[in-house]
């Protein structure tokens, strides 16, 4: 193939990607919301006062032919041509220059942060969306004063913000069918569209995916063939129970809150600087999720953990201060992050709002949020909260050292620890708003509490997050439970009740079945709160049991699965495909992972332009990688894993060339094909060893055609690798490695049923 040709197909396949990405939507309103909170307050700011403004003779100013002030306007740019190309970030021009790589460079006053700048960039790469009319002007945005436009009683209307009742359990017709209430409230909807349920799920189905939705792992052959021998009622129960008595159950669940708080062991900045300590954080997630910590006291102790140490059991004094690693592990900023607190507390309040209220409370930073009843002074309520809290400081680019870290008191087992946590400020005060979110142009104060739709909270002292997080985690809030049993559901069936699991305002998705969800959110609390029993209450159900399989005319009547006709299948997520990967092979080390080998932090030297980059190798459980902010790590970023710069509700599912690619080259897949083909070596038959392979990878017996296929396939691999020289492994080996290869790459390995 010659340079010209070469050229030509890398030009094909560059445009083929950057058509896919752009088409490419964000989940659960994405978009909609870094356009609101981040780039229209952006150009209002920083860009119109040239580029579409109004000046002060009425007239707008666009200098150098170049109009910001609409997405037509924008599109069809100025002299220089489009400012921007929708999904082509490194061909629009307006990036090229505010990143000061072309000449005019904008804004020529002062660059904009590298914040701003990946905003700008991820909107282009998103499509440059511009909510509401094509034609409306960034001007065009709600007001940021002391007193809002929005009627707070039309905006309790809203579903999502009325209480939360306990509804009866429908009557359905067919009554042989449910298990639990559950599958009345499910079957009821299936009824009323003229659809019935799916045939149950086989014994090697059900046990495969109930394994994995638990424990993140594939059954052992052994645990299959159990469960399927067991003609008792109880072994299905049995099996459940003991899954979530399993301590892999913290390392899947834990994983799936991390998601939502979007941990990291780095900072964040420019120079993404270590923290060491955050994996303190990360250990108290999982082992809460295992001693099932009723959520409440979870919730609390993330936010005012430091306050409320003394008022639960002694032992958890200590997890306590560490669990308000949720707020310490906000992004930092600039080269110095403190001097961008006012963005760090910006994504406090961002990621709260979502994990834990469903709410995009952050889009109301520069003005009155446009379409929920939350007003930028409601945003400054709880800024105040945080401002009045001190962070810990994780080392920059001009001040090189950590400082503010919390020191724990020795407990009864292992030393006294530096917690990466909050606490009180010396001087807590109401915070002021902050006009257009510029923290240099001040308005009225805002005094600290919580959004006035749902009433006001009393704060007499301090900086308020006690009180705020008695709010979050009362039964009387009306989102607080109804927004984690939705996230339990959607992970149980890769769809939510709301299927925006991190958006119950008005521009979310409505529930598709109310009243369960106000029925699972009553139960939940009436449980003490119980993620477990939770998980009960779903996987016992008979809608949680069903197959995949649907006809032509239920899969039309019910494309997205939003009525649970069947189960939906779905692709094992990023940490289960690597962690399968090295189960299978033998290679997984189960035990808990011990600190990052960070360098020592009298090293540390990291700036803009050297920041801190590594990857390290592990034989644990992906929950335990190190995991970046500015550089995600390279098999998590191929697979779809978490963005651990923002809340992820949601992971998107994409199937591209490169994740194939990986099951042929990559160096993790080889050595876990030579670990499964080293497992089969004790097993002299050839037949057998195929069955083997068939039942650690997949869950199930090889056929005899397909052993007859993979005979054939190892003798060949065999002939093919014989000429090799020096080989590594043994002949044998590499051979029968070929084959674990082939069972990796397939669908029935990354699909669950």
Known sequence: MGPATTGRLAGVLAAWLLATSACAAPPD????????????????????????????????????????????????????????????????????????????????????????????????????????????SAEAVPKTSASSSIDLDEGRSHWSFRPVVDPPVPEVRDASWPASPVDRFVLARLEEAGLSPARPASPRALIRRVTFDLIGLPPSPEDVDAFEADPSPEAYAKLVDRLLASPQYGERWGRRWLDLVRYADTAGETADYPVPEARHYRDYVIAAFNADLPYDRFLKEQVAGDLIAAEGPPERARAAVIGTGFLAISRRFGFDPQNYHHLTIEDTIDALGKSVLGLTIACARCHDH????????????????????????????????????????????????????????????????????????????????????????????????????????????????????????????????????????????????????????????????????????????????????????????????AKVSRFARRRLDAEEIRDALLAVSGGLDPTPAPAHPFPPVDQWGFTQHTPFLAVYPSDRRSVY?????????????????????????????????????????????????????????????PAARVDRAFRLALGRPATAAEVDAMRQHVESARADLAGEPDPPEPLDRRAWASLARVLFGSNEFLYVD
């Open 29 to 136: 309103g994405e978009a909609e919301e870094l356009f609101e909170k981040s780039v229209r307050p952006l150009l209002v700011g920083r860009c119109l006062s040239c580029h579409g403004g109004p000046a002060k003779e009425g007239k707008a100013k666009v200098r150098g032919g170049l109009d910001l002030s609409s997405r037509a306007k924008i599109l069809e740019g100025g002299d220089g041509g489009p400012a921007v190309v929708p999904g082509d970030v490194e061909g629009s021009l307006l990036v090229r220059a505010v990143r000061y790589h072309d000449e005019p460079r904008m804004p020529p006053d002062k660059r904009l942060d590298e914040a701003e700048i990946g905003a700008l960039s991820r909107w282009i790469e998103q499509g440059a969306p511009w909510p509401g009319s094509a034609s409306e």
């Open 370 to 561: 446009k379409f929920d009843p939350v007003a930028s002074k409601d945003y400054y309520a709880l800024y105040g909260v945080f401002a009045s809290t001190r962070y810990p400081f994780p080392g920059g680019e001009e001040t090189k050292r950590p400082k503010d870290f919390v020191t724990l008191p020795e407990g009864p087992d292992g030393p006294a620890l530096l917690a990466y946590a909050v606490a009180e400020s010396p001087a807590p005060a109401d915070a002021r708003i902050q006009r257009r979110g510029d923290p240099t142009t001040l308005g009225p104060a805002a005094p600290r509490g919580i959004p006035e739709v749902f009433g006001k909270v009393s704060i007499p002292a301090g900086s308020g997050r006690r009180e705020l997080a008695a709010w979050l985690a009362s039964p009387d809030n009306p989102l607080t439970a109804r927004v984690i049993v939705n996230r339990i559901w959607r992970y149980h069936f890769g769809r939510g009740i709301v299927a925006t699991a991190s958006n119950f305002g008005i521009k979310g998705t409505p529930p598709s079945h109310p009243e369960l969800l106000d029925w699972l959110a009553s139960r939940f609390v009436a449980d003490g709160w119980s993620t477990k029993a939770m998980h009960r209450r779903i996987l016992m159900s008979s809608t949680y049991r069903q197959s995949c399989e649907a006809d032509a005319a239920k899969a039309e009547a019910d494309p997205d699965v």
């Open 625 to 685: 990688l190190m995991t970046q902010r500015i550089r995600r790590h390279p098999f998590l970023g191929l697979f779809d894993g978490p963005d651990p710069n923002s809340s992820t509700g949601g992971r998107n599912v994409s199937t591209v060339p490169t994740q194939a690619l990986y099951f042929l080259n990559d160096p993790l897949v080889h050595q876990a094909a030579e670990g499964l083909a080293a497992r089969l070596e004790a097993i002299d038959d």
